[in-house]
Structure formats: C-alpha cells, structure tokens
C-alpha cells in the first residue's frame, strides 16, 4: 500500500492492512476512532493518530530516522498498543492520552528530540538505549535485557518501574573512560609527590643534600600539575554535558542483575526507592536521592567518586626565630632550648640570663552560690554591706558567657539567669553548675601543669649562663588539599535499608531517619596530615677566661657553624574534607585540649628545633560552587529568563514547589528588579537540602523531617529578621549581623555559581545556621550519616572516614577504625577484635565490647 503525500482519515473505526509493504512517506493517517494497522514493514515516515485506540503491528522494524520534518509521529487518544517483530528506533514523538504500549522483539533506541509519553507507559525490548524522553503521567513500566539511558537521557513517571538485567544511568561512557583511565595516572603522580615529601631527611649531613631534596619535589609538583591539568580537561568537557536521569515522582523500583549511575546520573524518587542489584550496584560520581526512604538489596554497593585527587602543597616557608639552647651543666635548665627574645645580656662576654622566665597564672576555680550578708569582722574591718536585694541571690565569679568558656573549650550558657520562674531558674542552675563543674576539672588540671613549671623554672632566672648554642632555623610546612572530587552521594530524608555490603570512597551516604546495614562496611577516605620540615644550623658560643695577666680577662668565643640534623614533625591524622564544629554561626573552634598551650612550651624546651609540631590541617572551601545539574534541570543563561536553573516541566507535571517567591510576597519586594534567581521552587529545596548537609553532616535541620517545611519556616525567619534590620533582597549579611542571629534562617543574596562550566551570577538562597553543634563538609571526605545508624553483619566494619549520627550501634565480626565515630551514643560490638587508630567520640555514652581484644 502507497500513500505518499496523501491522507487516510475516517470519522469511525479504520483497519489497514498491508501483506507486505506500507508506504506513508508524508501521509496522515487519522481515525475519530480506533485505528489498527498491520504490515510487514512500514517506516514511520507520516502521522497516525486516532481519536481512541490506535494498534501498530509490524513484522519488521519501526523507524523514523528518514522521516521528514513534522513527520514520524504517533498519537491515540486513547491507549496506543505497538507490536514489532524487529526493533524500533524513535526520533520523533509517541504518545497516547491514556496507555502506552510498546513490545519490540529488538532493540528499543530514543535519540535526542525523540519522546514516548503517555498517562501510563510499557515498554517491553531486547535493550533499550534512551537519549530523551520517555515521561508517563502516572506509571512507566520497562522491562529490557540492558537499559542504557545516558546524556540528554529522562525517563519520568509518578511510579517507574524497571525490570533489566543490567541498567546503566551515565552521562558519556568515553568521557568517563578516559578519566578513569587519567585519573589512575594522576593517582601516581599523588603518590610520587608524596614520597618526595616524605622522604627521611634526617638521614642529611649537608644543604647540598636540601637543595636535592626540595628540587625533587619541585620536579614531582610539576608532573603533578600536569597530569591535574589533562583531567581538569577531561572534567570541563564533561561538565559542558547533560547527564542521564530517571526520576519518580512517587516511588521508583529498579530490578536489575547490575545497576551502573554514572557520571554525574541522577536515580530520583519523591517518595521511596527500591533497588536490587543480584550481582552489584555501583555509583561513581553521581547521585542516588529519595525523599522519602532507600532499599537497596546486593551483594555489594560501591559508593565511589569519580575523579577524588589531593596535592600535597606547600602552604608555608619560614624562618623561624632564634632559639637558645643553654649548655651550662649546672644550670637549672641545662639542655633546654627557649626562643631567644627571653634572654638577656646575649654576647656579654660575662654570660647570659634567662631573666623572662616568669611565673605563669593560677586561674581562681568557678564557683556559683547563694550571696550571704558580710561577717561581723569584715563590717568592723570597714567592709561596705552588700545591698539588700542582692541578698539570697546566686552568684558566680564568671558570668554565664565569660570568655573562660570558650577558652576551655566549653560551650556556654546562651542566655542570663531567668530574672523570674522559679522552675526555669532551677533548669539554668542545674545545667550551670554541671558546666561549672567541667570548668574546674580543667582548670585544676591547668594550675597544677603552671604551678609545676613556676616551681620547677622560675628560679633559674638568677643563674648565669656562660655556655650556650644559637639554632637558626627554617621551616617547609605542607599539607593535602583536594584538587578534584566527584562524590557519589546516596540520600535519602527517610530511612536507608542497605541489605549488601557497602564500599564507601570519598564519598557520602546520608539518611534523615534510621541507616540499617547487614553487610560488610568499608569506608575509605584519604587521611589529611600537615608535616613540617626544619633545617637549620647551630653555633655554640661560651665565655673564656683568660690568665690573671690578660686584658680583658674575658672573652667570648663562637664556635663554627654547624649544618643541624633536620627534623620532620608530624600532625596527627584526620579524615578529610570534614571539620568538627562546636561553635555556632558556622566559626569553627580549635578541639584542642586546655593544656596543649602549656605542653607546647615544654615540647619547644625539649626539641632539639624548640618546635612544636603542627596542628591538624585545615581544607580551604573558598571556591565558587560548581552545582549539580543533570537532565532533571534546564538552564537559562539568557538575562530575560528569571531562574537560571529550572526543573523540568515534564518531570514536574503542574505541580507548583515553594520557593523564594513566598520571601518576596510576605516582603512586598518587587521581584521585576530582583536579579535573576538561581532556581525554582524544586531546585531551590534541593540547594537547602545540600546546605544542610555540608554545614551540619545531617540530612535534616533539628525539628524537621522534610524540605518543603524547613524551607517556610526557615524563610519566615529570614523575613523577621529582614524587617528587623530592614534588609533588603541580593545583599549579603556583615559578619556582625550574622553574630548576631538567633535562630536558623534563610536570607536571600547574588551569588557566582559555576553551571555547565560556565560562571553565573544570581540571587541564592543562603543558610544561615546559629549553631551547628556538628560536622561541616568540605571538599572531599567520606561520610556516612544518619539519625541513627544500625550495623548488624558477621562480616568487618573497616572505616577510614566519618560515621555520624545521633545513635550508633555496631555488631560487627571484626571492628577497625582509622577515621571518626561521633554520635550522642555509641556502641560497638565485636565477635573479634576492636581496633580503633582514629577517634571514637560519644557526646553522652561510649560502649566497646570485643570478643577478644
């Protein structure tokens, strides 16, 4: 049957046909009712439509790779049912108002401008590979031996549901191959540069041996640079590209022998999401993310960043000041080295003083009762009387915010004693005095540490000293920072059940409610260390005394000088891309113990440097965001548009997400002179939720258990605090104003982002937190957090990053860590062995309980 440039149209039922070929090249083909058709082979080169069921039976393939433009497409306003003995291969659109059915014997393949949408879709191949749009109002169904779903790739419904033995979510496979196989280069170069800098310099006898030393890291700091450059590269062109999502409204349900989310992938669900994988689940550099609840059944799930790399880089070389080493045998502090401003007469040729070792402070201990009136004697004794309202009152001789607090590194009081309420007053008593009581353990602890030192140096300062060595020395001080990181990410604001064993690399896995894991744990992340190299030289210097007949009688004499063994000094080890915060308004305090000050003055008397070692690195996150945006998003780079990033309509559906907007209504802003905002409702909640997580290591805010609430109520405090301060939209807060804040809250400010590669500027909404009292993420890091966390397995718990939560609670075989646990409560049990190299931090309980050791 031929009908080209022709038209087939009925206001009934119409069948067609054909034994062999139909031919509707730039034909349409129209019922006002159903519509069936059947043919050996018939190239999708026109339109059918019908006004109900429209049924497409072929015995060969359905194409419409040589259709014209307008051509090639497919519609029934009822269900469309499409049976093909050969494959299909769809660049235009396919569609029904109520059920899509597509069977094809072959391969099913969606190229970019295609799309197969319908209220409820099934599709049925031998693989599918989809590089547009497959969107079902209500339910997708598809079930295929290999889905592979990549680039400009969406597949959306309200529930989708995939059957496959191997599914595939990526963005562009050569591209990732090629950075997976540089990234395994610049693995080698990391570790070459690392071998330079470590290598054991106090095996140095001369500079000539120094100058060696730092040239080779030189030379391995520029092949690092390199190779950092070839796959920024291969990173910049992947960030240019969109990547694969397959996203549920309500609840998405994968059934495969592998499941592979790749590259920057999006698996969404709005509700929950089941995955099983029989032989593994891997998710390199993407994101796996539910709003409700994740399950995912496997022997095992890799959690791995695509392209994680850190540099050692040289943060600081200085010249450190004079030291003095005192060689006098009899001197109290023979041996001793002490920077040299503390010395006086320095090159007299009588000797030295070390006159400015001075008493250190004895701090008075904390205490907090009730003002009694003065005695009898202190009245006689002219003592004036305290006031009478003063009388019966409680008092302390700090105040509830004294800066001794945080010296101590003790979280104060926030508010004064209640002036009334009596069972309020009783509540700030309790908790004061238990905050008093942790003041003056430390601070025994400090006195009696300055009180050793008062008795045991302060008389040497009447002692002279006629022989001492003058050390000058210089310091090579370096640490890690990430240059490159592509996390997977697996979130979830409900619960996540983990039925596998997990592989954890540099990456984070967050539940807002309960993580439950019955496999083998292993969390992997790079250890940051700071280490500070010392050269220097040295000079002994002493008095001479010359015969009773030479002038001048004495004399001083210096000594060569001498090349100093180096010294390495090495901070203690600690997770990366996770800071510990206790204080609030995101400043982060030292967690250092009160005596550290006091030890570090004894640690420079005993160096033979007189060089403490350093302290814990710290990861600069002073760079402009890069944001996350796969297929799920559209961007608007254009000045007219007023989002830059917007969700896609298909995927929303009419649903309406809050955002930013309600800000600008409760303000009565006028939002046509309001710069460009960075997103839409739905996207602007995706940003709080991953502001919530990098300033506090939790999915959720304390009190809330969902987005869309947190985000009003957060908002209605940015407005309270806007009208207070009169504020108006796009500028960001002072530093003072953020001190002063009372409560979390959202604020409105223009903001550079990084979108595709390409820098935008636009009004972001901001966080602001008033107390984190918890982790904060930077770049890099491998985290694994939830409300509470349950491990149950016969198998090793091996963590090497971060475990945090409320509650965790470890039955383990064998127990091994080298990174952080930190949680209110923690309990680890072993049927073997516990070994814990790194910290274990419980807010309120501690419980280890091994079967052995």
Not at 19 to 27: P, R
């Amino acid at each position: 049957i031929h009908t080209q440039n022709g038209t087939i149209a009925g206001n009934g039922d119409i069948s067609v046909a054909a034994a062999q070929h139909l031919d509707i090249e730039k034909a349409t083909l129209q019922s006002g009712r159903n519509f069936s058709i059947q043919a050996d082979s018939m190239p999708l080169t026109g339109n059918i439509s019908s006004g109900k069921d429209l049924s497409v039976t072929l015995n060969s393939d359905l194409t419409n790779t040589s259709a014209s433009d307008s051509f090639g497409n497919l519609h029934a306003d009822g269900n469309l049912t499409a049976k093909m003995s050969g494959a299909v291969f769809n660049r235009r659109n396919l569609s029904a108002d109520n059920t899509l059915h597509l069977t094809a014997a072959g391969n099913l393949v969606q190229v970019k401008g295609g799309s197969i949408a319908g209220k409820n879709i099934s599709l049925t191949s031998a693989n599918l590979s989809n590089q547009a749009l497959i969107q079902a109002d209500e339910s997708a169904e598809i079930k295929t031996a290999q889905l592979e779903n990549d680039a400009t790739g969406k597949i959306y419904g309200d529930t989708v549901s995939i059957q496959a033995e191997h599914v595939i979510n990526e963005k562009n496979a050569p591209l990732e191959s090629r950075l997976a196989d540089e990234m395994t280069v610049l693995k080698q170069k990391t570790d070459q540069l690392e071998a330079a800098h470590r290598v054991d310099v106090t095996r140095f006898t001369s500079w000539g041996e120094v100058d060696a030393y730092k040239a080779n890291i030189r030379h391995a700091e520029n092949a690092y640079d390199t190779q950092q450059t070839i796959v920024n590269g291969i990173k910049a062109e992947l960030e240019q590209l969109p990547s694969g999502v397959i996203a549920a409204r309500k609840g998405l349900s994968v059934t495969a022998d592998t499941i592979r989310n790749l590259g920057n992938a999006l698996l969404y669900s709005g509700k929950d999401m089941d995955l099983s994988a029989t032989e593994g689940l891997t998710n390199r550099g993407a994101r796996i993310e539910a709003q409700g609840s994740i399950r995912i059944t496997a022997p095992v799930t890799k959690n791995e960043n695509a392209a994680f790399s850190a540099k050692r880089i040289i943060t600081q070389t200085r010249t450190n000041p004079m030291k003095i080493r005192i060689d006098d045998d009899g001197h109290p502090e023979y041996g001793m080295v002490f920077p040299a401003d503390e010395f006086s007469n320095l090159g007299n040729k009588h000797g030295a003083y070390h006159s400015r070792a001075g008493q250190k402070e004895i701090l008075d201990l904390a205490v907090y009762q009730k003002i009694e009136q003065i005695s009898a004697e202190e009245i006689a004794a002219g003592e004036p009387l305290i006031p009478e309202n003063l009388i019966g009152t409680y008092a302390s001789n700090y105040s509830y915010d004294d800066p001794i607090f945080q010296r101590f590194n003790i979280t104060p009081m926030q508010t004064d004693r209640p002036k009334q309420d009596a069972a309020a007053q009783a509540a700030w008593d309790a908790q004061y005095l238990q905050l008093i009581e942790e003041l003056n353990v430390k601070l025994r602890a400090y006195n009696a540490e300055n009180e050793a030192y008062n008795s045991q140096f302060a008389s040497a300062a009447g002692h002279k000293i006629k022989r001492h060595t003058f050390i000058n020395t210089t310091s090579q001080i370096s640490r890690e920072s990430v240059t490159s990181s592509l996390p997977g990410a697996i979130h979830a604001g409900g619960n996540i059940l983990l039925n596998s064993a997990l592989e954890n690399e540099d990456s984070n896995i967050v539940a807002g409610g309960t993580l439950h894991a019955t496999g083998a744990i292993k969390a992997d992340a790079l250890k940051q260390q700071e280490l500070s190299v010392t050269f220097g030289t040295t000079q002994f210097t002493w008095t001479e005394k010359r015969r009773w007949y030479q002038r001048p009688r004495y004399r001083r004499k210096y000594g060569d000088v001498v090349f100093m063994t180096p010294e390495i000094t090495k901070s203690n080890t600690s997770p990366i891309g996770i800071q510990t915060y206790e204080g609030g308004n995101g400043v982060p305090v030292a967690q250092t113990d009160i005596t550290n000050a006091q030890r570090a003055r004894v640690q420079n008397a005993l160096s033979p440097f007189g060089l403490v070692s350093p302290g814990g690195a710290q990861e600069d996150d002073a760079q402009v965001e890069r944001l996350f945006v796969s297929s799920l998003y559209r961007v608007h780079p254009e000045s007219t548009a007023n989002y830059l990033i917007e969700t896609d309509p298909a995927f929303t559906n009419k649903r309406n997400f809050l955002s930013s907007d309600y800000m600008y209504r409760q303000m009565k802003w006028d939002q046509d002179k309001v710069p460009k905002r960075i997103g839409d409702g739905f996207y602007e909640q995706q940003l709080l939720a991953d502001q919530i997580l990098k300033q506090t290591g939790k999915r959720h805010l304390e009190g809330y258990t969902d987005d869309e609430t947190a985000f009003k109520a957060l908002m209605d405090a940015g407005i309270t605090y806007a009208k207070e301060m009169n504020l108006s939209p796009g500028i960001a807060l002072s530093k003072e104003q953020v001190a002063s804040l009372t409560s979390d809250m959202i604020w409105l400010e223009e903001r550079d982002v990084y979108v595709n590669g390409k820098k935008e500027r636009a009004v972001y909404p901001v966080l602001y937190t008033k107390n984190t009292n918890g982790l904060r993420l930077t770049a890099g890091g491998s985290l694994i957090s939830a409300k509470n966390i349950a491990i149950e397995t016969k198998d090793a718990l091996k963590n090497a990053g971060t475990l945090y939560g409320e509650n965790i609670l470890v039955n383990a075989g064998e127990i091994e860590n080298t990174g952080l646990i930190r949680a209110k409560n923690i309990g680890l049990t072993s049927e073997s062995n516990i070994h814990v190299q790194g910290s274990v931090i419980g807010d309120k309980k501690i419980l280890l309980d091994a079967k052995n050791n």
